[in-house]
């Protein structure tokens, strides 16, 4: 019986071309500024047009500033990125969600919360966290620029098949544990090559319980640990999730569309070319301590003794520990905090804000750190205010800012000064990814809120 991923796979091979790739049907391709530029100019060079326009969306998120969004972006290349992108959406007659739209915000936020990434689909986007519509039941995954180009012009793509792994992840979650704390933990677990060739599906207990916003910021982090892309086979969860978005199918076109999505799982014989199994109970909240997303520990544990516990060569072992400042078996609990970011496409959906609200009510922003709070999407802070997260969030000394990538990248203005320590709900804590010299702890939102509020590296547990 074939796996989930080959029937999704199968249904979108165009030709198998002889000793090569495959060519497959994309159904959806996301465009934002920084990775679609030369692609268009490429389409211009050669007289295309775009072979199915209608299945193309557009937005800025990188270079977004997160504040004053009504007036002209200050930083030249960032202003010169969002503006080529408007132009370019207009010249080749795309849907554009413009910098201020209601419709604007990460792509990988927007897409699952208007309906447009669906189960059962092929999804591309120049950007290597494109694995977060996984979570829709999608095979979805990043792309450079020559291969957006390509899927411009033929709605198509040559790529080589990956293998497939299933991921199991049994029993429940304890308190204060969430999705980022499943991810860090693969991460840690499998090291940041580990998946490298894969398309993992996530399975188990714990993922049959998770929300979609869950399931999301599990998929997002798939590409951290080398693979191709990750998927949860679509469910209840999934369809309640979908039911009555913008571009979810309506009336009778809604009740097909569920039966056809039923039928997307894995066979119970289906057989994976790797299957590994994990217990909830091994999870406490996680954080990071180096410059990969692999090198983490619970918040309880200290920073492996050498580089064989680590499973990091010694050299780039030691090179991270040194960038960061740690030492070889220290423990973090304690350590003082500079910056604390809510957001991200891994984080920046209306459940972080909660998990965040509910760790600050009642307490206060500590004193020394700078915390930015940054919605996924307009349709995230309206549904913050909606539900009286943002006086929450006031009362306890912190503001909300406009969405976009911010802090996740240094491409805008929200950087971290160098040698101060961020704790960041995002992807990635690659030396300067968040500003030169910045230092990352990658965490949950439920590790950054308490650290916004007492300064220092903190279990959450202590506080919920």
């Known amino acids: 019986m074939n796996t989930l991923f080959d029937k999704i796979w199968d249904r979108h091979v165009v030709q198998q071309i002889q000793d090569g790739p495959t060519q497959l ?25 775009c072979f199915r326009p209608q299945q193309i969306f557009c937005m800025p998120d990188h270079n977004t500033p997160t504040h004053d969004q009504d007036k002209p972006i200050a930083d030249p290349v960032s202003k010169k990125q969002v503006d080529m992108l408007a132009k370019n959406a207009a010249d080749f007659g795309l849907t554009h969600y413009g910098m201020m739209s209601k419709d604007n915000g990460i792509i990988h936020v927007v897409g699952p919360e208007k309906g447009l990434s669906l189960p059962g689909m092929t999804i591309v986007c120049g950007d290597s966290h494109t694995s977060t519509h996984g979570a829709m039941g999608a ?53 940041t090559s580990g998946a490298t060739g894969y398309f993992v599906e996530y399975a188990g207990d714990v993922v049959k319980a998770m929300s979609m916003e869950g399931r999301l910021t599990l998929c997002n982090l798939s590409i951290e640990m080398g693979a191709r892309g990750g998927f949860v086979a679509p469910d209840e969860t999934t369809f309640a999730y979908i039911k009555g978005r913008e571009y979810a199918p309506k009336g009778e076109a809604w009740e097909q569309a569920v039966a056809e999505w039923k039928t997307l799982k894995s066979g119970d014989d289906a057989v994976f070319d790797k299957e590994l199994t994990f217990e909830a109970a091994d999870i ?11 090198m983490g520990i619970g918040i309880t544990e200290s920073i492996p003794a050498n580089a064989q516990l680590a499973k990091s060569p010694e050299q780039s072992f030691e090179k991270a520990l040194h960038y960061m400042g740690f030492k070889a078996g220290q423990k973090l609990l304690g350590t003082k905090v500079d910056y604390v970011f809510l957001g991200a496409c891994t984080n920046g959906r209306i459940e972080d804000f909660r998990a ?11 004193q020394d750190v700078i915390a930015w709070l940054v919605p996924g999407s307009w349709a995230v802070d309206r549904q913050i205010r909606e539900e009286g997260l943002d006086k929450i969030l006031a009362e306890a000394g912190f503001e909300i800012r406009q969405p976009g990538c911010s802090a996740c990248l240094a491409m805008n203005d929200d950087k971290i000064p160098a040698d101060k320590l961020s704790v960041s709900t995002s992807n990635r804590n690659f030396e300067g990814r968040q500003g030169p010299g910045a230092r990352t702890i990658l965490a949950s939102p439920l590790v950054a809120a308490a650290a916004a509020v007492t300064g220092v590296i903190t279990d959450p547990r202590t506080l919920l």
């Not at 029993?171 to 204060?176: E, W």
């Not at 965040?356 to 500590?366: C, N």
């Open 25 to 49: 049907y994309i159904d959806r391709l996301y465009c934002h500024e920084v990775t679609s530029p030369q692609a268009f100019e490429g389409m211009r060079a050669r007289g295309l047009k």
């Open 139 to 191: 095979v979805a995954f990043g792309i450079g620029t020559s291969e957006v180009e390509m899927v411009m012009a033929s709605q198509c793509i040559l790529q080589q098949k990956p293998k497939s792994m299933r991921i199991c992840i049994n029993g429940t979650l304890g308190k204060g544990v969430t999705a980022k704390d499943v991810a860090l933990y693969l991460m840690a677990k499998l090291t």
């Open 284 to 294: 406490e909240p996680r954080i990071t301590y180096g410059t990969n997303p692999g």
């Open 356 to 366: 965040f609200a509910s760790i600050v009510k009642g307490r206060q922003k500590a």
